[in-house]
């Protein structure tokens, strides 16, 4: 087994071959993190459904990279529509609600791939 330990999402799947992530050492870096429901397969076309989907599998990404929300030390965001901020905001704030203690995070439109994502995160964290 190599150093780096490749990391996936139960539930939520792509066409790519590319994990969601991987860790070495203590250093955790995701792929894309989409908004799909990994208990349905399901991708709403609701924005605000799938940047909520998002954070529930930016969650379970953590969780199996050993990682949790404390780690992050970076979120980069991808809309679709910047007018969506808002909706992206809102399950930001429930992870981090403590405008002290919250990670950086940038925000880019982008040109999503077909099948109607309008929303994608990446994540760094630095496990203790």
């Not at 954070?55 to 969506?84: E, K, M, Q, Y």
Request: net charge negative; hydrophobic share 35%; aromatic share 6%.
């Amino acid at each position: 087994m190599g150093r780096r330990q490749t990391i996936h999402i139960p539930g939520v799947q792509h066409n790519a071959p590319i994990p969601f992530g991987a860790r070495v050492g203590n250093v955790v870096y995701s792929s894309g993190i989409q908004g799909i429901n990994a208990d349905t397969g399901d991708l709403v076309d609701d924005v605000g459904e799938q940047a909520r989907q998002c954070f529930r599998n930016l969650r379970t990404f953590l969780a199996h990279a050993g990682a949790t929300p404390d780690d992050i030390v970076r979120l980069t965001c991808f809309l679709s529509d910047l007018s969506d901020r808002q909706a992206l905001n809102e399950p930001w704030l429930e992870m981090f609600p403590d405008e002290n203690d919250r990670p950086a995070r940038h925000t880019s439109k982008y040109d999503p791939p077909p099948g109607g994502m309008k929303i994608q995160i990446e994540v760094v964290a630095v496990v203790e």
